[in-house]
């Protein structure tokens, strides 16, 4: 082993205090950021240059160079604001922390922080905290979390049952009050202990179709589809045959649209190879919004929706889709270099 000379070893020394200083800097600059933006919440301040001086500097820029212990320990102290503007802000910052540093501590916090603020009927977070649990896997789920999903969905399931009780088999009430987002969360924390229950909100799809007039919303957003999409997450053979074949069995255009992070979700390389064929290796469009424009094309939704899925794409999600012609070619050459897919579970 090569031997490391005095004035190299000062130098990294130098470096590192250096490295240090700068870290502990960004630190207490962003804490405070978010106080002062706190505050101007809970004081109802409408001042857009004080929106933009302060909210404007906590960013994934910003958030990047933290002490996540640190900041996340701050921001506990504020999670459970009386409004919605300050528990959307507290909890976008927790989540975006965790995808920024994906320590294992640090995304168990904050998928605690998410599930309680979608349990607390409250808080008005449950269509946020439902999204931003997407970008989790089953590790970051601690067994406290996973044991809050689990005794909410029985409460759910109660609240169902005991409302389904006088109702017709068209006229259930599932839909109303099972909210997909908790299917979905059963799935990304993979609670397979719930299994047998989750088989009996099953529906029949391709009936459902049939009848959709009669039920007023697409299949795709059915209790009953969100559960078959997690029982195929959980790698059951005849729910990802049926999810890929209904999937397929749809427009293009509604592929796109609306399906396309639905077989993200799914987690399976069949899923992941429909993505790829169908959608980033094309060059069909969308329909164009105004006469003067042209579509957008079907690969800047498959970026984002494979970047959620596969470990080490070289692309990161963006949700403007802005996708620049050279990182759609790179993501489809990765694409065509993989032997496998390391899914992300």
Same mark, same amino acid.
């Given at each position: 082993?090569?031997?490391l000379?005095?004035?190299?070893m000062?130098?990294?020394l130098?470096?590192?205090?250096?490295?240090k200083?700068?870290?502990?800097?960004?630190?207490?600059?962003v804490?405070?950021?978010i106080s002062?933006?706190v505050?101007?919440?809970r004081?109802?301040?409408?001042?857009?240059?004080l929106?933009?001086e302060?909210a404007g500097?906590?960013?994934d820029a910003?958030?990047?160079?933290?002490?996540?212990?640190k900041?996340?320990?701050?921001?506990?102290n504020y999670e459970?604001?009386e409004s919605w503007e300050g528990?959307?802000?507290v909890?976008?910052?927790?989540?975006r922390?965790a995808?920024l540093?994906?320590q294992?501590d640090?995304r168990?916090d904050?998928?605690?922080?998410?599930?309680?603020?979608?349990?607390d009927q409250?808080s008005?977070?449950?269509?946020h905290?439902?999204?931003?649990?997407?970008?989790?896997c089953e590790d970051?789920?601690s067994?406290?979390?996973?044991?809050?999903?689990?005794?909410?969905?029985?409460?759910?399931?109660?609240?169902?049952?005991?409302?389904?009780q006088?109702q017709?088999?068209d006229?259930c009430? *599932?839909?109303?009050i099972?909210d997909?987002g908790?299917?979905y969360i059963c799935?990304i @924390? !993979?609670i397979k /202990?719930l299994f #047998?229950?989750l088989e009996n909100?099953?529906?029949d799809?391709?009936?459902y179709k049939?009848q959709?007039?009669k039920?007023?919303k697409?299949w795709?957003?059915?209790?009953g589809?969100?559960?078959?999409?997690?029982r195929a997450?959980?790698?059951?053979?005849e729910d990802?045959?049926?999810?890929?074949?209904?999937?397929?069995?749809?427009?293009p255009?509604?592929q796109?649209?609306?399906?396309?992070e639905?077989?993200s979700?799914?987690?399976?390389?069949?899923?992941v190879?429909l993505?790829k064929v169908?959608?980033?290796?094309?060059e069909?469009r969308l329909p164009?919004?105004?006469? *003067?424009a042209i579509g957008t094309?079907?690969y800047?939704?498959?970026?984002?929706?494979l @970047? !959620?899925c596969? /470990?080490?794409? #070289?692309?990161?999600?963006k949700e403007?889709?802005n996708?620049?012609a050279e990182?759609v070619?790179?993501?489809?050459k990765w694409m065509s270099?993989?032997?496998?897919w390391?899914?992300?579970r």
């Amino acid at each position: 082993m090569k031997k490391l000379t005095i004035k190299t070893m000062l130098f990294m020394l130098l470096f590192s205090c250096g490295s240090k200083v700068i870290f502990a800097d960004s630190t207490e600059e962003v804490i405070q950021c978010i106080s002062v933006r706190v505050s101007q919440i809970r004081e109802g301040k409408r001042d857009r240059t004080l929106e933009e001086e302060f909210a404007g500097k906590v960013t994934d820029a910003s958030l990047e160079h933290v002490d996540p212990q640190k900041v996340l320990a701050f921001l506990n102290n504020y999670e459970n604001e009386e409004s919605w503007e300050g528990r959307h802000f507290v909890l976008w910052c927790q989540w975006r922390l965790a995808v920024l540093h994906p320590q294992k501590d640090i995304r168990q916090d904050v998928t605690e922080s998410l599930v309680k603020a979608y349990i607390d009927q409250n808080s008005g977070m449950a269509s946020h905290a439902s999204k931003w649990l997407v970008s989790f896997c089953e590790d970051d789920f601690s067994e406290v979390t996973r044991s809050l999903i689990i005794e909410r969905f029985h409460q759910v399931k109660e609240e169902v049952e005991k409302a389904n009780q006088n109702q017709t088999k068209d006229n259930c009430v *599932t839909d109303k009050i099972f909210d997909r987002g908790l299917i979905y969360i059963c799935g990304i @924390a !993979n609670i397979k /202990e719930l299994f #047998p229950d989750l088989e009996n909100l099953l529906i029949d799809e391709w009936e459902y179709k049939k009848q959709a007039g009669k039920f007023g919303k697409k299949w795709y957003y059915t209790t009953g589809f969100a559960v078959r999409l997690v029982r195929a997450r959980m790698g059951a053979h005849e729910d990802i045959v049926q999810c890929i074949a209904l999937i397929k069995a749809e427009h293009p255009h509604v592929q796109t649209l609306h399906l396309l992070e639905k077989l993200s979700y799914m987690r399976q390389p069949e899923a992941v190879e429909l993505i790829k064929v169908s959608f980033l290796n094309s060059e069909d469009r969308l329909p164009a919004t105004k006469p *003067t424009a042209i579509g957008t094309p079907y690969y800047r939704f498959a970026i984002g929706a494979l @970047a !959620n899925c596969l /470990e080490g794409f #070289p692309v990161l999600r963006k949700e403007s889709r802005n996708y620049t012609a050279e990182e759609v070619e790179l993501c489809r050459k990765w694409m065509s270099e993989q032997k496998e897919w390391n899914i992300i579970r």
